[in-house]
């Protein structure tokens, strides 16, 4: 297994563009199915979850083929509706493809997902209002089996605001008989830049960014429009990357990203005596003298969860002591015991973390729990006295398209290393 060897404290500077978002292209892969007409994305980024779920499209029949910097794809000969266990077991976003293929062929087995254990993430809001779209559904021997003899329209409110729900639902919708409309849906950028995928192909949806979506069903998949297409930044990669640089009291440009998709952290950090230049595709981080703040998450616009455990680490080293409230997932704070082993000071009280601030870190060896705690223990890491060997970093390759090198890009003291199987 791949570990990062970090050499700190870190000093930063430079300019360094962010990725695609691959919460954005996720669920866009999984809207190729939709269409029987070519699609062409740009610049996927290459990590894990991309690759599996372009093996998980492969498997289902889709073409898939790359040349330079734009992939397409050919879904005009499905040759099956079943996403087994083996291709879906280590992503959740692999229950996506219920929807589009549900609408498209009227019948899907899909199995149970898998991913970050960081929560139960129960897909209860998909398929309950997959029913209200007269689908018949069942989970047997952890597949849930879709039927219907053609969807129908329907008004649902989420109960929550799930992206997985957002999507899937707005996606089924396309082939359902008249206008649905989705109130309450998720407003998170990467909701919306599918929106905008999908009415680049053709379709017709209203209220894309908002709580409520209108989508003009009553499509087959020889409607669609053939297209070519490029995700928004990530934004979670973005804001990784200002608060390492806060954390290094550095001053780098973070290039490709919108900065109103960050409106809120950034808001935040500010609060917390951040100090940045903002342009249309732009943020410049400046250094900063940090002070202690009170941060909850919550669903878009309000503060990622994505980013909890970033901002957490970056709190060891503000004024005063900090308290984060995770309202979104219930097994959020993992990395918090590899914190305290870098010399973090945090308390937990059921989902609140008080973190001591002006906090030296020294390094040590550390292992990796989920996706972002990963990026957390990066940030420490480069913070830290001595040096941190970061292990099973497979979690952080989820996520964060060639990290490291765009770290040692802006100075940082990061090697990836394979010694072998270790504990």
């Known amino acids: 297994m791949d570990r990062l060897i970090i050499e700190g404290p870190s000093k930063m500077s430079g300019e360094v563009a962010v990725s695609s978002a691959k919460n954005a292209y996720l669920p866009i892969l999984a809207a190729t199915l939709v269409t029987s007409k070519p699609v062409h994305l740009k610049n996927l980024p290459d990590l894990k979850d991309i690759k599996t779920m372009i093996k998980l499209l492969t498997h289902l029949g889709v073409v898939v083929e790359t040349k330079g910097d734009v992939t397409s794809f050919d879904s005009s000969k499905i040759l099956s509706n079943e996403a ?128 409520r979506l209108s989508i003009k069903g009553n499509m087959k998949a020889d409607d669609f429009k053939e297209v070519t297409y490029e995700a928004i930044g990530d934004r979670i990669e973005a804001g990784t990357l200002i608060m390492a640089a806060l954390i290094t009291n550095s001053k780098i440009k973070v290039k490709n990203i919108n900065p109103r998709h960050l409106s809120v952290v950034l808001h935040v950090l500010e609060e917390m005596g951040a100090a940045f230049e903002i342009g249309k595709n732009f943020i410049t981080v400046k250094p900063s003298k940090l002070k202690w703040s009170k941060i ?123 010694p072998g199987e270790y504990l």
């Open 296 to 418: 909850h998450t919550a669903p878009y616009p309000g503060f990622p969860t994505d980013l909890q455990a970033q901002i957490m680490t970056l709190a060891t080293k503000a004024e005063g002591a900090s308290i984060i409230r995770e309202e979104i997932f219930e097994n959020r704070f993992m990395h918090v015991p590899e914190l305290v082993r870098l010399g973090a000071e945090i308390e937990l009280i059921g989902n609140a973390a008080i973190i001591q601030g002006n906090t030296k870190l020294t390094g040590c060896p550390v292992m990796c729990t989920d996706l972002r705690a990963s990026a957390a223990l990066v940030l420490a890491a480069m913070s830290a006295e001595g040096v941190t060997d970061v292990q099973r970093v497979y979690h952080l390759d989820r996520g964060y398209e060639r990290l490291e090198e765009k770290l040692k890009m802006l100075g940082v003291k990061i090697e990836r290393s394979n």
């Open 84 to 211: 087994t266990y083996d291709l879906v077991k280590t992503m959740r976003a692999s229950i996506l493809v219920l929807g589009p293929i549900l609408g498209r062929f009227l019948e899907s087995k899909i199995s149970l997902p898998g991913g970050c254990a960081i929560g139960a993430r129960p897909i209860d809001l998909h398929l309950k209002n997959l029913k209200k779209m007269n689908a018949n559904i069942t989970i047997e021997s952890g597949y849930v089996y879709a039927k219907t003899n053609g969807l129908k329209s329907a008004d649902i409110t989420l109960n929550f605001p799930s992206v997985g729900a957002t999507e899937n639902l707005m996606m089924a919708a396309l082939f359902a008989d008249g206008e649905t409309v989705i109130e309450n849906a998720a407003m998170e950028p990467e909701v919306e830049d599918l929106a905008n995928f999908l009415i680049a192909m053709g379709a017709k949806i209203q209220g894309s960014g908002t709580s």
